[in-house]
């Protein structure tokens, strides 16, 4: 009965036509189908694929490297654009273009192996800055030609800024490079009190060079600092300096933001850059006198300000991050609460002040090297008795700016003293 069933349906025709397309389909699917498990056994046993988010400080060096690599075999580049300027002084502002892989799929040759290169872009709705990432895939299951890119990317970007000092600024949670990196600043430019500077050197010094030193005593590996005085006075200067002779990045925060809360205080110092010193500027105005206008209020609806005790803790709470300096600075010592400059959070109180008389001909002295030791001494009577006259001390950001106003003479220094606390 079931034979002859078969026979007949194998002798119609139409039965014959369908059963046939749905095999050729069904055979398809399975074909299909077996290509793509394949694919994805073939890409987990046989590739390897490394994934660079564009929020990883690697990011920008790897894109950089690559778009070495690929300077000869691809077509198709991102142009980012910045202005520069020479050393000479006769030199001109100059933009200058740097050419990286644009979004899409890219391929190059590296130590034998082809790798194929996908740099991703998305929108993000909410900060609406785009999301990045680039994806490396390359044969074979050694992860180690991967780390040895991110270190030729690393080399290459270290060597391209061999002396001079990166500044970082957060965006939101994260930190980004400001600008372009700065020439470091010579030591023997700033001109502070004899010395201030030497001590400071000494104590940085040791707390780089020692870990161990904490560890075996139990102190937590961090160091604070508070560079106190009146402004002009060179705090900022001895921090740009101290960061370039030890070879340090700065990473500066601005509390007196309104957008600055507790938890992102938190947040952005728990992953600052590594080798970085924390600049944290006029740190009287972060918890004190932060009045918002009308629209701010607006604006930072719903949001919690930084208070005293989120800055305690953000710097030497149990989240704190270890193996950090930080510098604060202020013009009002007197501002600060007790708790904020305590020994632990601030071991080393350094006070800038104005100008003495030592500073005053170190100062002459470097910016006319020629001066005679009578024309030092006789400088140094004038702004004597100036100061006396007036009442007034003397910054170094105003003597500065005198000679820089009178820089084509000596001449002109001792003609227009007068005009010096004008300044």
């Known amino acids: 009965m079931l034979s002859d069933l078969v026979a007949t349906l194998s002798s119609n025709p139409y039965f014959g036509a369908g059963a046939g397309l749905i095999g050729i389909g069904t055979a398809l699917a399975v074909l299909r189908r077996s290509s793509q498990y394949g694919l994805i056994f ?100 050694d992860r180690q030609i991967y780390i040895d890119m991110l270190e030729k990317a690393r080399d290459a970007a270290l060597l391209a800024n061999e002396g001079k000092t990166l500044v970082y600024v957060p965006t939101i949670n994260e930190w980004h490079l400001f600008g372009r990196p700065r020439r470091k600043r010579p030591l023997n430019s700033v001109i ?133 300096i930080i510098f604060m600075t202020t013009n009002f010592i007197e501002r600060l609460d007790p708790a904020l400059i305590r020994p632990g959070r601030v071991d080393h109180k350094e006070y800038i002040g104005p100008l003495t008389s030592n500073q005053v001909e170190r100062m002459l002295t470097r910016f006319y090297p020629q001066s005679t030791h009578n024309e030092i001494n006789q400088f140094l009577t004038q702004i004597e008795q100036l100061t006396d006259n007036y009442s007034k001390q003397l910054s170094a950001a105003q003597l500065q700016g005198f000679f820089m106003h009178n820089k084509d003479s000596i001449k002109d220094v001792f003609a227009n003293v007068n005009q010096l606390l004008c300044l």
């Open 192 to 324: 502070l009190n004899k010395g201030v500077l030497e001590g400071l050197i000494k104590d940085v010094e040791h707390f780089l060079s020692n870990p161990q030193w904490y560890i075996d005593r139990g102190i937590p590996y961090r160091r604070g600092y508070l560079l106190h005085g009146p402004p002009g006075s060179g705090k900022t200067s001895a921090i740009m300096a101290l960061a370039g002779h030890f070879d340090l990045s700065i990473s500066t925060l601005n509390l007196s933001q309104g957008t600055m809360t507790d938890d992102r205080l938190q947040q952005l110092l728990s992953n600052v850059p590594e080798e970085s010193i924390i600049l944290l500027e006029d740190i009287d105005a972060a918890t004190v006198g932060r009045h918002y206008e009308k629209e701010d209020n607006i604006r930072y609806q719903g949001m919690k300000p930084l208070t005293l005790s989120g800055l305690l803790n953000a710097l030497d709470g149990v989240i704190s991050a270890e193996g950090r």
């Open 42 to 141: 073939f890409r987990r046993q046989f590739m390897i694929t490394l994934e660079v988010p564009n929020n990883d400080i690697s990011y920008t060096w790897l894109l950089q490297w690559i778009s070495h690599q690929l300077r000869d075999s691809s077509r198709h580049f991102s142009a980012r654009t910045t202005l520069v300027k020479n050393d000479e002084p006769s030199s001109r502002i100059q933009a200058s273009y740097t050419f990286v892989p644009s979004v899409g799929t890219h391929y190059f040759r590296y130590k034998g192996k082809f790798v194929k290169v996908e740099r991703t872009r998305e929108q993000m709705i909410n900060s609406g800055v785009p999301f990045e990432s680039v994806q490396l895939t390359a044969f074979g299951q």
